[in-house]
T-cell receptor
Framework: SQTIHQWPATLVQPVGSPLSLECTVE??????LYWYRQAAGRGLQLLFY??????ISSEVPQNLSASRPQDRQFILSSKKLLLSDSGFYLC???????????FGPGTRLTVT | GQQVMQIPQYQHVQEGEDFTTYCNSS?????IQWYKQRPGGHPVFLIQ?????EVKKQKRLTFQFGEAKKNSSLHITATQTTDVGTYFC???????????FGEGTQLTVNP
């Protein structure tokens, strides 16, 4: 069966510090991968998605970037965090044949 | 671009009451999906509807896809405290690679 991992679960970082969040999927090949951010009590904001290795589409211009160095690995990064980067970061995957998305447990990021 | 709107934003019910959330898309959808996010958790896929007028049931949950494939609803009969959470609908973009999520309906159930 397929599983998706995200780490860390929680993170507290000072303003201006770098960020690296990792997401890995097991049990499937060539998945579509997604990064979302969710503010408290709000909906899901799509940040990046990838349909293959090295293929990244950015939805919202900001100080975040994403990379997909391997088929089932998706990384979200920032060189310098802003206070506004605080939120709940969710990674998700889907197959090429179906539309439903499966989410990881998420990372709660607090920028202080 | 495609927009998906959900109402209401919040709903408070007494345990045992029914609950309905509505989803409307600005464009015709090839399918619509529903997700549930428990407090502190991540969204979990519940169901996908594909056919015009389709109705699907999962125990006390009834999902409906409109005839024009632009709206959908989720109805919960006799809510329980385990139903607490935020319910999102989502429809695929034309390209199929992305989903447009509604803003969600946050359900609280008073015991």
């Amino acid at each position: 069966s397929q599983t998706i991992h995200q780490w860390p679960a929680t993170l507290v970082q000072p303003v201006g510090s770098p960020l690296s969040l990792e997401c890995t999927v097991e049990g499937t090949s060539n998945p579509n991968l997604y990064w979302y951010r969710q503010a408290a009590g709000r909906g899901l904001q799509l940040l990046f998605y990838s349909v293959g290795i090295g293929q990244i589409s950015s939805e919202v211009p900001q100080n975040l970037s994403a990379s997909r160095p391997q088929d089932r690995q998706f990384i979200l990064s920032s060189k310098k965090l802003l206070l506004s980067d605080s939120g709940f970061y969710l990674c998700a995957w889907s197959t090429l044949l179906s539309y439903e998305q499966y989410f990881g447990p998420g990372t709660r990021l607090t920028v202080t | 671009g495609q927009q998906v709107m959900q109402i209401p934003q919040y709903q408070h019910v007494q345990e045992g009451e029914d609950f309905t959330t509505y989803c409307n898309s600005s464009t015709t959808l090839s399918n619509i999906q529903w997700y549930k996010q428990r407090p502190g958790g991540h969204p979990v896929f519940l169901i996908q509807l594909v056919k015009s007028g389709e109705v699907k049931k999962q125990k006390r949950l009834t999902f409906q896809f409109g005839e024009a494939k632009k709206n959908s609803s989720l109805h919960i009969t006799a809510t329980q405290t385990t139903d607490v959470g935020t319910y999102f609908c989502a429809g695929p973009e034309t390209s199929g690679s992305r989903l447009t999520f509604g803003e969600g309906t946050q359900l609280t159930v008073n015991p």
